[in-house]
Nanobody
Framework: QLQLVESGGGLVQPGGSLRLTCTAS????????IGWFRQVPGKEREGVVC????????YIKDYVKDRFSVSRDNAKRTVYLQMDRLKPEDTAVYSC???????????????????WGQGTQVTVSS
């Protein structure tokens, strides 16, 4: 069974950068779509990025697309979320998720995914 572990979170000043890593084990990664989600207390989990398993297609929410990017290295079973020019409102727990075939009609929906990591905290503060 696929297992996911996130790393790379931490405290960063506004305007700074972080690269989050999602590392998979238990299965090869190339068959999975990988989504990155974030959640703050009291709010729903929101999907911000998806790395598609076919043709390297990526999906990025408009409100982060000029600052966030995603890449994957299937040989290393790793997906990266690069976050630049971070803002305090980016503070959240970031989680990666995986699915072979997304359920529903949106790759940004948590409902679409079958496997989840435990999350990593990102705090943007001066």
């Amino acid at each position: 069974q696929l297992q996911l572990v996130e790393s790379g979170g931490g405290l960063v000043q506004p305007g700074g950068s972080l690269r989050l890593t999602c590392t998979a084990s238990g299965d090869t990664l190339d068959e999975y779509n990988i989504g990155w989600f974030r959640q703050v207390p009291g709010k729903e989990r929101e999907g911000v990025v998806c790395s598609g398993r076919l043709n390297g297609k990526t999906y990025i929410k408009d409100y982060v697309k000029d600052r966030f990017s995603v890449s994957r290295d299937n040989a290393k079973r790793t997906v990266y979320l690069q976050m630049d020019r971070l803002k305090p409102e980016d503070t959240a727990v970031y989680s990666c998720a995986a699915t072979r075939i997304p359920r529903g009609d949106s790759v940004y929906s948590a409902f679409a995914y079958d496997y989840w990591g435990q999350g990593t905290q990102v705090t943007v503060s001066s």
